[in-house]
């Protein structure tokens, strides 16, 4: 399935905007750990450990702050991101579709990545090791 080229509604992003980002982050963060239990997500969490990560939906006003330790993710409080992305909601689910390479999205100016250098590699090549098709997301959108 193509995903079409689409922007959250700005009423729906009003809404969202004005939400704990909390609960958003934590189903984040149990569908990573997940993943990680299931092989899905073949990360090191060596390399992830001590470092915390932000995710910025633009189009949805939504920012989803976490942090990853030796065993697994966790929700994470204000402060810097170690390694920040940005993209509306229809750019990330390409990415996670693979029907938009990470460097296509980046090249183009759709999807923003901004930190640590050295993480932002080892995060994109963790995600272009991913078989999202594997995952309950991709079983969902061939529905």
Do not use: C, Y
Not at 120 to 138: F, M, R
């Amino acid at each position: 399935m193509q995903i079409p080229e689409f922007t959250v509604p700005s009423a729906l992003a009003h809404i969202a905007r004005r939400l704990p980002a909390t609960p958003p982050a934590w189903v984040l963060v149990q569908g990573l750990n997940q993943l990680v239990r299931r092989g899905v997500l073949p990360a090191d969490m060596s390399l992830l450990a001590g470092h915390t990560f932000e995710v910025e939906v633009r189009d949805a006003g939504l920012t989803l702050r976490f942090a990853a330790d030796a065993r697994g993710f966790t929700t994470a409080g204000s402060g810097s991101a170690d390694l920040r992305f940005s993209a509306n909601l229809a750019d990330f689910m390409r990415m996670m579709l693979r029907e938009e390479d990470p460097d296509t999205l980046f090249f183009n100016r759709k999807l923003v990545i901004e930190g640590d250098t050295e993480l932002g590699l080892v995060v994109k090549n963790l995600l272009d090791s991913v078989d999202w098709s594997s995952t309950p997301l991709a079983r969902f959108m061939a529905a």
